[in-house]
């Protein structure tokens, strides 16, 4: 996590093929993203969905990618997070995404939530992505927490993560 | 890339503003300089926390804030080697005295470089009074598809 002048921090929390496991895989779901009062609104963007990585660039047929935005709800601290402790938030926090093997591309797609009303005000948030082939498709999701309110609060408030 | 951070994932982050807009539209003070690759060829604006700075410093009136990016092939940065960009790459938000306590944003600004700009473009921008609004700005670059047909020696990672 890299934090900014500005109030505000980014990460990478996903780069690579999603599995086609919904619902267990490790592999399938980015680093969790911590929500505090400097940050009480998080931008996922999803970008560079593309056909085919490495030996497989070229598919031939269509793929779909499922993303979700999850929120904590077995909140340990300290502990370290499992898909299991996590569920969907309801709403406007998923996408389906379709790329056709006649472009190949697709996004950016941008997701902006108010963490804190997601979660209540503690715990943290994750990615999650899945396709309809594990071998088709890639993507690069970035999160970008901000929106901190500096007024009336003391700077120690303020403490970056 | 100078202060830019740089992720894993193709993609940098960067502070581009963080204060008080002066009112001058061509002020150093009120811009920024990014440098664009073939890694990440589109920048995200983020312009949020908007407002005025502190009750004592507040304002008496309403207050203006715009912003835009400007492009440019031109590796000196100066404001008189950029040109505006038209189309949806610019924003104005009204700030009213009647609800000072009040935040604005966050606002975003997705622009896809290539098709402005073959070298920097210029985030800008300015305010309709120079102590009465308060903002932060983050940039981030990204949208580059990796290993997808392009070569490795095309796509160079912006540097940290």
Redesign the interface.
């Known amino acids: 996590m890299?934090n900014?002048?500005?109030?505000?921090w980014?990460?990478?929390v996903y780069?690579g093929q999603p599995t086609s496991d919904a619902t267990t895989s490790d592999g399938a779901f980015g680093t969790p993203v911590d929500v505090t009062a400097q940050n009480p609104?998080v931008?996922f963007?999803i970008?560079?969905v593309?056909l085919?990585?490495?030996s497989v660039?070229g598919a031939t047929s269509d793929a779909t990618m499922h993303w979700y935005i999850m929120k904590q709800t077995t909140f340990a601290a300290g502990s370290d997070a499992d898909f299991t402790d996590y569920a969907d938030i309801t709403g406007a926090t998923h996408g389906v995404i379709a790329v056709s093997s006649s472009t190949?591309?697709s996004?950016?797609y941008?997701l902006?939530v108010n963490a804190i009303k997601a979660t209540g005000g503690s715990g943290s948030l994750l990615f999650h992505a899945w396709s309809s082939d594990a071998t088709k498709l890639?993507v690069?999701a970035?999160a970008?927490g901000?929106?901190?309110?500096?007024?009336g609060n003391d700077a120690d408030n303020f403490v970056s993560v | 890339m100078g202060m830019e951070r740089s992720l894993s994932n193709y993609v940098w982050a960067k502070a581009v503003y963080d204060g008080l807009p002066t009112s001058d539209q061509t002020s150093d003070g009120a811009y920024s300089v990014l440098t664009m690759d073939a890694s990440t060829p589109r920048v995200l604006f983020i312009i949020h926390g908007i407002k005025q700075p502190t009750a004592s410093d507040a304002g008496t009136s309403d207050s203006t804030m715009y912003w835009q990016v400007y492009g440019s092939n031109c590796d000196a940065p100066d404001f008189t080697n950029y040109t505006a960009i038209t189309g949806a790459t610019h924003g104005i938000v009204t700030v009213l005295d009647s609800a000072a306590a009040s935040v604005y944003g966050p606002y975003l600004l997705d622009v896809d470089v290539r098709k402005y700009s073959a070298g920097r473009i210029m985030f800008n921008i300015f305010s309709s009074d120079a102590t009465a609004l308060e903002t932060h700005v983050v940039a981030l670059g990204y949208g580059g598809v990796v290993n997808h047909g392009i070569p490795s020696s095309d796509i160079v990672k912006a540097a940290a």
């Open positions: 890299h900014l002048g500005s109030r505000a980014v990460r990478g780069e609104r931008l963007l970008h560079g593309k085919g990585y490495d660039v190949a591309t996004g950016p941008m902006d890639w690069t970035v970008i901000y929106g901190g309110e500096s007024r």
